[in-house]
T-cell receptor, first 113, second 110 residues
């Protein structure tokens, strides 16, 4: 089954404790992206990757890191999480660009205390 | 001012009603217009996709783009309780960035 998977689905952590949210897709897509979703603000793009080893900042990259060492995986790293990063996070992938259909993962609800 | 404005609702309608969802935008470079549907506790899924101006119809759903007014709409005919979800408009000028609206929560009452 073609899908985007994210882990964990739910995470409660404390300020400053490094964490990684994994994202994997099995569709051989070149483009992958991370979004955060907050009430009233919709989905905002954090980082995106056009292909292996090629990443770029979205609209809200502060406090986040990403890497793309393999085509299928695109982890999101919070090196020192803060309470304002409490949010619902989605990973998405598409064939090659943002204008292709984006397939979203199920989401990761993160709470930073 | 946000690049994309969307009324968050909620919008509550009776079953069978025609629903109209709208977004306005400020960036005249946007050429690709999308509507995503998001059920509770799920990721968004693409519903409709339009390039440039015009209308596109798919079953009970019609997407309209008016670039002169910087206004896009999604119409749902004969709405069903299963249409209850959050609808997000999304736009792109091409390339690697997509801008989403805040989403409109829709409730269709049986």
């Amino acid at each position: 089954e073609a899908q985007v998977t994210q882990n964990p689905r739910y995470l409660i952590t404390v300020t400053g404790k490094k964490l990684t949210v994994t994202c994997s897709q099995n569709m051989n897509h070149e483009y992958m992206s991370w979004y955060r979703q907050d009430p009233g603000l919709g989905l905002r793009q954090i980082y995106y990757s056009m292909n292996v080893e090629v990443t770029d900042k979205g609209d809200v990259p502060e406090g986040y890191k990403v890497s793309r060492k393999e085509k299928r995986n695109f982890p999101l790293i919070l090196e020192s999480p803060s309470p304002n990063q409490t949010s619902l996070y989605f990973c998405a992938s598409s064939l090659s660009t943002a204008t292709d259909t984006q397939y979203f993962g199920p989401g990761t609800r993160l709470t930073v205390l | 001012q946000k690049e994309v404005e969307q009324d968050p609702g909620p919008l509550s309608v009776p079953e069978g009603a025609i629903v109209s969802l709208n977004c306005t935008y400020s960036n005249s470079a946007f050429q690709y217009f999308m509507w995503y549907r998001q059920y509770s506790r799920k990721g968004p899924e693409l519903l409709m996709y339009t390039y440039s101006s015009g209308n596109k119809e798919d079953g009970r759903f019609t997407a309209q783009v008016d670039k002169s007014s910087k206004y896009i709409s999604l119409f749902i005919r004969d709405s069903q309780p299963s249409d209850s979800a959050t609808y997000l408009c999304a736009m792109s000028a091409g390339g690697f960035k997509t801008i989403f609206g805040a989403g409109t929560r829709l409730f269709v009452k049986a």
